[in-house]
């Protein structure tokens, strides 16, 4: 997921999703963020739940902190395993019935590997998407899958064929090698086979389409491909709770790898939305900051009022505050 576009409440849940990342100039550019309110805000919160995993996870954290807040849990109350975190069906009227999206995408060949560009680091618009959409449908069709323009970028589809397929969110594989991400379903092989056979098809079908000539005369990306994710169904009616705010400029820039950018994000991050939060925690209100990294997952809420919190609090006045990237370095 990308991460799911989900309304958001009021400020008083901060979901930061690629506050840190693995790549290395990421890892290097950690200990020159000052980030003034975020320490003072940590200072005062108390950990709440990390969500230790690893940055070949299907699922990114912060899907997984989204799922988790917005009770997008199997009916026996636990979590869906990783990459079957059904978000198509979240977001629509009928999610008992399986759903995915196909984002439409350019693969790029390299000398060692194919790496993937995600629509909307194409610039893709409806004059080149719809064709292309209208190609693909019938299709999918044949194979009982039901496609739906819903943008340039993110089609969406229906059909039994998508239940129990587990696939990496684009904000995993955006931008790198595929190799990795591309697994073998072992929920429903036949539909995970039937798939890689329709990826195959969607290639030469707009290796051949005009669209794909009008592109490159435009010195544009092609469209060779789409990326399937947010595949499954939810395995019982529940009503999901509102979404925590969710900034973007973090995760806009770190999966184009603009480094300079992510850390200006930051920036502004701190001097805004999290010395909102910070004023909101001061003031008594409670609230909850969840930082995501790449691997893992942390969440903060506020610390309850009381002697034991007093002494911890002064014990970190006298021993000092750890700056905020030492916390982000876990991540």
Same mark, same amino acid.
Request: negative net charge; charged residues 20%.
């Given at each position: 997921?990308?991460?799911?576009?989900?309304?958001?409440?009021?400020? /008083?849940h901060l979901l930061v999703p690629?506050?840190?990342?693995?790549?290395?100039?990421?890892?290097? @550019?950690?200990?020159? *963020?000052?980030?003034?309110?975020?320490?003072?805000?940590?200072? =005062?919160?108390?950990?709440?739940?990390?969500?230790?995993?690893?940055?070949?996870?299907?699922?990114?954290?912060?899907?997984?902190?989204?799922?988790?807040?917005?009770? *997008?849990?199997?009916?026996?109350?636990?979590?869906?395993?990783? =990459?079957? *975190?059904?978000?198509?069906?979240?977001?629509?009227?009928?999610?008992? !019935?399986?759903?995915?999206?196909?984002?439409?995408?350019?693969?790029?060949?390299?000398?060692?590997?194919?790496?993937?560009?995600?629509?909307?680091?194409? =610039?893709?618009?409806?004059?080149?998407?719809?064709?292309?959409?209208?190609? !693909?449908?019938?299709?999918?069709?044949?194979?009982?899958?039901?496609?739906?323009?819903?943008?340039?970028?993110?089609?969406?589809?229906? =059909?039994?064929?998508?239940? $129990?397929?587990?696939?990496?969110?684009?904000?995993?594989? $955006?931008?790198?090698?595929?190799? @990795?991400?591309?697994?073998?379903?072992?929920?429903?092989?036949a539909g995970g086979q039937l798939?890689?056979?329709?990826?195959?098809?969607?290639?030469?079908?707009?290796? /051949?389409?005009?669209?794909?000539?009008?592109?490159?005369?435009?010195?544009?990306?092609?469209?060779?491909?789409?990326?399937?994710? $947010?595949?499954?169904?939810?395995?019982?009616? /529940?009503?999901?709770?509102? @979404?925590?705010?969710?900034?973007? &400029?973090?995760?806009?820039?770190?999966?184009?790898?603009?480094w300079p950018r992510w850390k200006?994000?930051?920036?502004?991050?701190?001097?805004?939305?999290?010395?909102?939060?910070?004023?909101?925690?001061?003031? &008594?209100?409670?609230? /909850?900051?969840?930082?995501?990294?790449?691997?893992? @997952?942390?969440?903060?809420?506020?610390?309850?009022?009381?002697?034991?919190?007093?002494?911890?609090? !002064?014990?970190?006045?006298?021993?000092?505050?750890?700056?905020?990237?030492?916390?982000?370095?876990?991540?």
């Amino acid at each position: 997921m990308p991460a799911p576009h989900m309304a958001s409440e009021p400020a /008083t849940h901060l979901l930061v999703p690629f506050a840190s990342a693995s790549d290395p100039a990421c890892r290097a @550019a950690l200990p020159d *963020l000052p980030l003034p309110h975020l320490t003072a805000l940590l200072a =005062g919160l108390q950990p709440a739940h990390t969500d230790a995993g690893t940055d070949h996870s299907l699922s990114a954290p912060h899907e997984r902190a989204l799922a988790h807040s917005i009770g *997008l849990l199997r009916s026996d109350g636990s979590a869906y395993p990783d =990459g079957l *975190l059904p978000w198509a069906a979240a977001q629509s009227r009928t999610p008992e !019935l399986p759903q995915a999206w196909f984002t439409p995408c350019h693969f790029q060949v390299g000398m060692e590997q194919v790496s993937l560009l995600p629509g909307d680091q194409l =610039g893709l618009t409806d004059e080149h998407a719809r064709p292309l959409f209208d190609a !693909l449908a019938p299709y999918c069709a044949e194979d009982g899958i039901a496609l739906r323009y819903e943008s340039a970028t993110r089609w969406h589809a229906s =059909g039994e064929v998508l239940r $129990g397929i587990a696939c990496a969110s684009l904000d995993r594989v $955006g931008g790198r090698s595929v190799e @990795a991400w591309m697994t073998d379903s072992t929920a429903n092989p036949a539909g995970g086979q039937l798939l890689k056979r329709l990826q195959s098809e969607a290639q030469m079908l707009f290796y /051949t389409h005009p669209v794909f000539d009008a592109r490159e005369a435009q010195r544009l990306h092609p469209v060779n491909g789409f990326w399937l994710s $947010g595949a499954g169904a939810l395995d019982h009616p /529940t009503p999901l709770l509102p @979404a925590p705010w969710m900034p973007d &400029g973090l995760r806009s820039a770190a999966l184009q790898a603009d480094w300079p950018r992510w850390k200006d994000a930051w920036a502004a991050l701190d001097s805004r939305e999290i010395k909102d939060l910070l004023e909101r925690a001061r003031r &008594g209100e409670p609230v /909850t900051l969840s930082l995501c990294g790449e691997r893992a @997952a942390q969440r903060f809420t506020s610390a309850p009022r009381g002697a034991m919190v007093r002494a911890g609090r !002064l014990l970190k006045n006298l021993l000092g505050r750890a700056p905020a990237w030492k916390t982000l370095e876990t991540l």
